[in-house]
């Protein structure tokens, strides 16, 4: 009678079904390493200047590396050193050739890096991997990371503030991304090819490493402009986002390490807006999977009644006229978008044992997505009438139920969203507001009470998040950076608010 149901998401997939699953890990674990180096590039400046090599002092030895689960143990070599300096740094680095440096907190050491793993999948596949243990918070940002489920980090980013007291403005960002189908792409998805136009196809170009960089630049530039925020600011960058955030923002919100980055407003991903305009997102509709089984047997040569196809069907016209009825709402409707209405969808059948043989059960399952204006117990309600009518020995069951209503105040009289709007604005912006149609982290940042805005600084372009041939236009993109670095200070100096020290 149960029904086993997968979660489906048109912006997720199940990772059991996901060929790509190994590949996108590994990709993850590249990505952090290059979001690394340049963290390492912008706060160690005496490598920047070149002091670093004179100075080593590395000894050579020969490894058998720490393989992660299903990975073949491979030969690695590693060597450590110690740049000068008050505290010295010590590292460990794993070769050979270049690109990619790993820089540690207070939670992670050179170590752990190692016996993770990480050190050697990295210079396995040609990078430089370069561990440093950061003697605590002496620099102006420093970076920890926390081991939010077995296997899966969230690495902070952290810029305190000169007022360190008041709630803090995160910039979350995901690192993972979804499988790619080489076939259809024009280009290497992995390889960021850009074409004659300016466009960058890359898996992730949209969603959502371009905001990642864009972040991170931003403040690079802000810091070489010797400016400094009063509110302190986060870059979080976070594991899992695609199969549903379990192992990642959902679990990491409970715990202490979240309260005590102390949040007061977030910015995490959006969606390219076609037009001129830019999209913002202050809330997302809540996802739930449907099922139900029935029971009646007999035999496929007699007319028996109330059988569990007859009740299947019933079943099915009403979930089906009702997503016809939100269709032509959204159709005829001038003001809405997707994100207003509830989408329905029918995404599994199962039953039946032999063509003969009228089946005891039948299961149906469906894809609904649900407005934060619609009220869930009156909608849940709804679907226990449609089973009665049906009639009797209908179970349901969610799969996944999410029931947090929260969105984000997009009020004029919200200091958040006033310093967010008044930065778009200085920058002849036009900000279109919706409900986002599918699900991001934003949701678990909402659902504990932190107000969060999804937005990703891509107008003019097509929405491609998880397409084939996913671009952005290298314009677009460099503009993004500025937009942020108009966006950090004003997020940064909304004034102490009520509560606030
Ligand atoms: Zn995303």
Same mark, same amino acid.
């Given at each position: 009678?149960?029904?086993?149901?997968?979660?489906?998401?048109?912006?997720?997939?199940?990772?059991?079904?996901?060929?790509?699953?190994? *590949?996108?890990?590994?990709?993850?674990?590249?990505?952090?390493?290059?979001?690394?180096? +340049?963290? *390492?590039? *912008?706060?160690?400046?005496?490598?920047?200047?070149?002091?670093?090599?004179?100075?080593?002092?590395?000894?050579?030895?020969?490894?058998?590396? %720490?393989?992660?689960?299903?990975?073949?143990?491979?030969?690695?070599?590693?060597?450590?050193?110690?740049?000068?300096?008050?505290?010295?740094?010590?590292?460990?680095?794993?070769?050979?050739?270049?690109?990619?440096?790993?820089? $540690?907190?207070?939670?992670?050491?050179?170590?752990?890096?190692?016996?993770?793993?990480?050190?050697?999948?990295?210079?396995?596949?040609? =990078?430089?991997?370069?561990?440093?243990?950061?003697?605590?918070?002496? $620099?102006?940002?420093?970076?920890?990371?926390?081991?939010?489920?077995?296997?899966?980090?969230?690495?902070?980013? %952290?810029?305190?503030? #000169?007022?360190?007291?008041?709630?803090?403005?995160?910039?979350?960002?995901?690192?993972?991304?979804?499988?790619?189908?080489?076939?259809?792409?024009?280009?290497?998805?992995?390889?960021?090819?850009?074409?004659?136009?300016?466009?960058?196809?890359?898996?992730?170009?949209?969603?959502?490493?371009?905001?990642?960089?864009? =972040? @991170?630049?931003?403040?690079?530039? +802000?810091?070489?402009?010797?400016?400094?925020?009063?509110?302190?600011?986060?870059?979080?960058?976070?594991?899992?986002?695609?199969?549903?955030?379990?192992?990642?923002?959902?679990?990491?919100?409970?715990?202490?390490?979240?309260?005590?980055?102390? @949040?007061?407003?977030?910015?995490?991903?959006?969606?390219?807006?076609?037009?001129?305009?830019?999209?913002?997102? =202050?809330?997302?509709?809540?996802?739930?999977?449907?099922?139900?089984?029935?029971?009646?047997?007999? $035999?496929?040569?007699?007319?028996?009644?109330?059988?569990?196809?007859?009740?299947?069907?019933?079943?099915?016209?009403?979930? *089906?006229?009702?997503?016809?009825?939100?269709?032509?709402?959204?159709?005829?409707?001038?003001?809405?978008?997707?994100?207003?209405?509830?989408?329905?969808?029918?995404?599994?059948?199962?039953?039946?044992?032999?063509?003969?043989?009228?089946?005891?059960?039948?299961?149906?399952?469906?894809? +609904?997505?649900?407005?934060? #204006?619609?009220?869930?117990?009156?909608?849940?309600?709804?679907?226990?009438?449609?089973?009665?009518?049906?009639?009797?020995?209908?179970?349901?069951?969610?799969?996944?139920? $999410?029931?947090?209503?929260?969105? #984000?105040?997009?009020?004029?009289?919200?200091?958040?969203?006033?310093?967010?709007?008044?930065?778009?604005?200085?920058?002849?912006? %036009?900000?279109?507001?919706?409900?986002?149609?599918?699900?991001?982290?934003?949701?678990?940042?909402?659902?504990?009470?932190?107000?969060?805005?999804?937005?990703?600084?891509?107008?003019?372009?097509?929405?491609?998040?998880?397409?084939?041939?996913? =671009?952005?236009?290298?314009?677009?993109?460099?503009?993004?950076?500025?937009?942020?670095?108009?966006?950090?200070?004003? +997020?940064?100096?909304?004034?102490?608010?009520?509560?606030?020290?």
């Amino acid at each position: 009678m149960i029904f086993q149901n997968n979660v489906f998401s048109p912006f997720c997939r199940p990772a059991h079904l996901d060929p790509m699953n190994f *590949l996108r890990n590994r990709l993850v674990v590249v990505c952090l390493g290059l979001l690394a180096t +340049l963290l *390492l590039y *912008l706060l160690l400046p005496s490598i920047r200047q070149g002091s670093m090599e004179p100075s080593l002092k590395a000894q050579r030895f020969a490894v058998l590396a %720490t393989s992660p689960p299903g990975h073949s143990a491979i030969n690695v070599s590693i060597r450590t050193g110690q740049l000068p300096g008050d505290p010295p740094l010590f590292f460990r680095e794993a070769l050979p050739v270049d690109g990619v440096v790993l820089l $540690h907190g207070q939670a992670f050491t050179s170590k752990t890096w190692e016996e993770l793993g990480t050190m050697a999948i990295l210079a396995n596949n040609g =990078y430089q991997a370069l561990a440093v243990d950061l003697p605590g918070k002496t $620099h102006v940002c420093f970076t920890t990371h926390q081991l939010v489920c077995p296997g899966r980090v969230v690495s902070i980013m %952290t810029w305190e503030g #000169t007022e360190p007291q008041l709630k803090s403005v995160l910039l979350n960002s995901h690192t993972d991304v979804v499988p790619v189908y080489q076939e259809h792409w024009k280009y290497d998805a992995f390889k960021a090819f850009k074409d004659a136009k300016g466009d960058i196809y890359a898996r992730g170009s949209q969603d959502m490493k371009c905001v990642t960089i864009q =972040y @991170i630049q931003a403040v690079r530039k +802000l810091k070489a402009q010797g400016w400094k925020p009063a509110r302190t600011v986060h870059l979080m960058f976070v594991p899992d986002e695609e199969v549903g955030g379990h192992k990642g923002m959902e679990t990491f919100v409970t715990q202490p390490e979240f309260q005590k980055l102390n @949040i007061g407003f977030a910015l995490d991903e959006g969606l390219a807006n076609p037009g001129e305009a830019f999209t913002v997102f =202050y809330g997302e509709r809540n996802p739930w999977c449907e099922c139900r089984t029935q029971t009646i047997p007999g $035999h496929g040569s007699r007319f028996v009644e109330n059988t569990a196809a007859e009740k299947l069907r019933q079943v099915i016209n009403s979930f *089906l006229d009702f997503r016809e009825k939100e269709k032509q709402r959204l159709n005829t409707s001038e003001c809405f978008t997707l994100g207003d209405v509830t989408t329905v969808n029918m995404t599994m059948v199962k039953g039946g044992v032999a063509y003969n043989v009228i089946p005891a059960e039948m299961d149906v399952s469906f894809d +609904l997505r649900i407005p934060p #204006t619609v009220n869930l117990q009156e909608f849940e309600r709804q679907i226990q009438e449609w089973c009665a009518e049906a009639g009797q020995d209908i179970t349901y069951e969610f799969a996944q139920k $999410h029931m947090n209503q929260n969105i #984000t105040s997009t009020d004029d009289t919200d200091p958040w969203w006033s310093a967010f709007s008044a930065a778009c604005k200085s920058l002849n912006m %036009t900000l279109e507001k919706e409900i986002f149609p599918a699900a991001t982290d934003s949701r678990f940042i909402r659902a504990v009470g932190i107000p969060a805005i999804g937005f990703s600084p891509m107008n003019r372009t097509p929405i491609l998040l998880h397409d084939h041939n996913e =671009y952005l236009n290298e314009e677009v993109f460099l503009k993004g950076i500025g937009v942020y670095e108009r966006l950090i200070p004003a +997020l940064t100096s909304v004034p102490a608010l009520a509560g606030e020290a």
